[in-house]
């Protein structure tokens, strides 16, 4: 690999020559650097990884490095046992419950809304939109405590009283809410950016052919924005599983409805910092984003790319 | 463990997944229906509000009403009468150590400038070196990959980097092993030491600040990277055969050519810098000084029940983001102007 690198470049003056040298020299320390640095950088996952197949015994005493020199010891025990003690099933099921609608939700509506803004004349267009993108930036620490006033002394939408309806779904439904009012900036701004570079002729010869506005939406708008809709889904997706304090203030710890990241960190404060048993508990809750990134970052750099990013 | 649970909730499982995509479809397409009986002067009058209805709504009610509320309910106590200041008294009292001192000094210091300038220098190195080599894209990959997992997975990584056994023991953690190795010097308590002095603990922030610094590192890069490979070769070129050298090129044409982006990364730093949560939520829950704001107002909401302060708090964080909030919107008009 180095070398085929290395010679890439044309060889600019003659061999063996002191500029040569020098050249082939800095390639050198430049792939050793490169990759001194990316190895560096994997250390922390690395290390973890190792320490979620040490027994106990090995992870309370010695450093997750000493156990190539022992590979013997190397065990499930961690993961058959964190997943035996704690419901880590369930939390899977509650977080893919949270973000299958939460993503849905935004990505949809957004969609509606930015096909609005970007291609139908209403009083205030301009306006509105600029206070959308004044509104990526607002802390959502501003909204919780109205919300979730209203939703348990208004609705009394509590977590015990949604599941005693025994309707399916529902005890997610002010978290799926919250989610989609806190993505659709985002979605917005994304999704009109993309549509109104759209050509705009298409959109006359559709009309000139008789076609309504659903028509265009969803032969024309839809399928032609597939890139940007990939990405948007991923970003919300990804967000959204991995979001802690959302879920944290409007489920809490309702075990029942709560995701694997509050699962997660309740599991750090009851079995305490360093167990041998979160090693695992992090990998297993790593597995779904760790897909969805590797299948799809092709969309999901693009995403990025595409312009700013909500916090 | 129980995977059973996966299939009993097939019920829930069904509405979830084909419910709430099913009462989208039939509101656009109920509406668009309804639009088309109106008289037909009306119908553009009507129909972009029932396209953008939803997301209106869904951004008045979870966004924008809330916010003002919360506003309102800073100057309350918690039956709901009007206090004045005194809840913005209790978070500015006794500087620097008490009220919300702590956690907006870790914030508007700390946090601020390391956590942006670790990632943006980091981001920014990595994405110059990465482009000189063919394997650009699988280092790539692998400095982005904890872009993907969740801030509580990122806390407990780190929690293992950072692990402390007494002096003479073997040490666990990779970074007290390095420490004892190769400096000779006592073990460190990473995420407790408060040195220099425990009014300005730089130690154990910066531990935490490293931890998010790995994990958004990728993102700057990545950005970064595309604005470098925007830059034409010819220029960087000319500037080798005026003899230039590399340090040189970078400093006078890469540097200046990617200020822009730099400035919209940086941009997104601070803010993420100033809602800093999840990792301190993990790791350290605010102890030994690492307090931040929006740990704090998590406290002052779940732990003290004090809403009012829970609302100044969430106020002094509104604070610290509207300059940012503010360059954004110019940005964006700037270049609706240009459009």
Redesign the interface.
Same mark, same amino acid.
């Given at each position: 690999?180095t070398v %085929?690198?290395a010679t890439?470049r044309p060889a600019t003056s003659a061999r063996f020559s002191p500029q040569w040298l020098s050249e082939r020299l800095s390639r050198y320390i430049?792939?050793i650097?490169?990759?001194g640095?990316?190895a560096a950088?994997?250390? #922390?996952?690395v290390?973890?990884l190792v320490?979620s197949f040490r027994p106990f015994s090995g992870?309370?005493?010695?450093?997750?490095?000493t156990a190539f020199s022992n590979p013997t010891q190397f065990t499930f025990q961690n993961y058959s046992d964190v997943?035996?003690q704690s419901?880590?099933?369930?939390s899977f099921?509650n977080s893919f419950?949270i973000a299958?609608?939460a993503t849905?939700?935004p990505v949809?509506?957004?969609a509606?809304?930015a096909? %609005?803004?970007s291609w139908?004349?209403?009083p205030g267009?301009n306006w509105?939109f600029?206070?959308?993108?004044?509104?990526?930036?607002?802390?959502?620490?501003? @909204?919780?405590?109205?919300?979730l @006033?209203f939703y348990v002394q208004q609705l009394h939408w509590t977590t015990s009283n949604l599941e005693a309806t025994g309707i #399916?779904?529902l005890p997610?439904v002010p978290l799926?809410?919250?989610h989609?009012?806190?993505g659709? #900036?985002f979605s917005?701004y994304l999704l009109a950016n993309f549509f109104r570079a759209l050509p705009s002729d298409l959109f006359e010869s559709a009309e000139i052919d008789g076609a309504?506005?659903?028509t265009v939406?969803f032969r024309l708008v839809l399928p032609l924005s597939v890139p940007a809709l990939a990405s948007l889904v991923i970003f919300q997706f990804?967000w959204v599983?991995?979001?802690?304090?959302v879920a944290?203030?409007y489920v809490?710890g309702a075990q029942e409805v709560a995701p694997? @990241?509050v699962n997660? %960190?309740n599991l750090?404060t009851s079995l305490g910092?360093?167990s041998n048993l979160?090693?695992s508990? %992090?990998?297993f809750?790593?597995i779904v984003?760790?897909i969805?990134?590797?299948s799809l970052?092709r969309y999901f750099?693009r995403g990025?790319?595409a312009g700013?990013?909500k916090? | 463990?129980?995977?059973s649970?996966?299939l009993s909730?097939i019920?829930?499982?069904?509405?979830?997944?084909l419910?709430?995509?099913a009462v989208?479809a039939a509101y656009?397409?109920g509406g668009?229906y309804l639009v088309?009986l109106l008289p037909d002067k009306n119908r553009?009058?009507v129909?972009?509000?029932l396209?953008?209805g939803?997301?209106?709504f869904?951004?008045i009610?979870?966004?924008?009403?809330?916010?003002i509320?919360?506003i309102k309910?800073s100057f309350e106590n918690n039956a709901g009468d009007w206090v004045g200041f005194r809840n913005y008294a209790t978070q500015f009292a006794d500087f620097p150590t008490g009220g919300a001192w702590v956690a907006i000094r870790n914030n508007v210091i700390f946090w601020l400038l390391f956590y942006t300038l670790f990632t943006l220098i980091l981001g920014l190195v990595?994405a110059v070196?990465?482009d000189?080599?063919? *394997?650009e894209s699988i280092?790539k990959?692998?400095?982005?990959? #904890?872009?993907?997992?969740?801030?509580?997975?990122l806390?407990?990584?780190?929690?293992?980097?950072y692990?402390y056994q007494p002096p003479g023991e073997?040490? @666990?953690?990779?970074l007290n092993?390095l420490v004892t190795t190769f400096l000779h010097h006592d073990p460190v308590t990473w995420l407790q030491d408060q040195w220099p002095t425990p009014t300005f603990n730089l130690l154990n922030n910066l531990a935490l600040i490293g931890a998010a610094t790995?994990g958004i590192t990728g993102?700057a890069m990545?950005?970064l990277s595309?604005a470098l490979k925007g830059i034409p070769g010819e220029l960087l070129e000319a500037a080798r055969v005026d003899g230039a050298g590399e340090l040189t090129v970078f400093r006078r044409v890469i540097f200046p050519l990617m200020m822009p982006t730099i400035v919209?990364v940086g941009t997104?730093l601070v803010?993420?810098a100033?809602?800093a949560?999840?990792v301190v *939520?993990?790791?350290t829950s605010g102890g030994y000084n690492t307090d931040v704001?929006?740990f704090r107002?998590?406290k002052e909401?779940?732990s003290a029940g004090n809403?009012g302060s829970?609302?100044a708090?969430?106020?002094i964080?509104?604070f610290a983001?509207v300059p940012?909030?503010i360059f954004?919107?110019r940005q964006?008009?700037a270049v609706e102007a240009r459009r």
């Open positions: 690999m %085929a690198a890439a430049l792939h650097v490169v990759i640095l990316t950088w994997m250390v #922390p996952a290390g973890l320490s992870i309370a005493t010695s450093g997750w490095w997943l035996a419901n880590l099933g369930q099921f419950m299958v609608p849905v939700l949809t509506i957004g509606f809304a096909y %609005a803004f139908m004349k209403f267009r509105i600029l206070a959308l993108v004044g509104l990526l930036a607002v802390p959502l620490q501003l @909204t919780f405590i109205p919300i @006033t #399916p779904g997610w799926w809410l919250a989609a009012g806190y659709l #900036p917005i309504g506005t659903l939406f990804l599983w991995n979001d802690l304090l944290l203030i809490g694997l @990241t997660l %960190a750090t910092q360093g979160l090693t508990a %992090a990998f809750s790593m984003p760790l969805v990134f590797l970052q750099v990025i790319l700013s990013v916090g | 463990m129980d995977f649970v996966l909730d019920p829930t499982l069904l509405v979830v997944i419910g709430v995509p989208l656009i397409v668009e088309r553009p009058q129909r972009p509000w396209w953008v939803p997301a209106l869904l951004v009610a979870f966004l924008f009403l809330p916010s509320l919360t309910q990595l070196l990465f000189r080599v063919r *394997y280092v990959s692998l400095i982005f990959l #904890p872009m993907a997992i969740s801030s509580v997975a806390g407990l990584i780190w929690d293992f980097m692990q073997p040490q @666990t953690g990779t092993a790995w993102f990545v950005i595309a919209v997104t803010i993420f100033l809602k949560f999840d *939520y993990v790791m704001l929006a107002m998590y909401l779940y809403f829970a609302s708090v969430a106020i964080l509104l983001v940012v909030l954004n919107v964006f008009r």
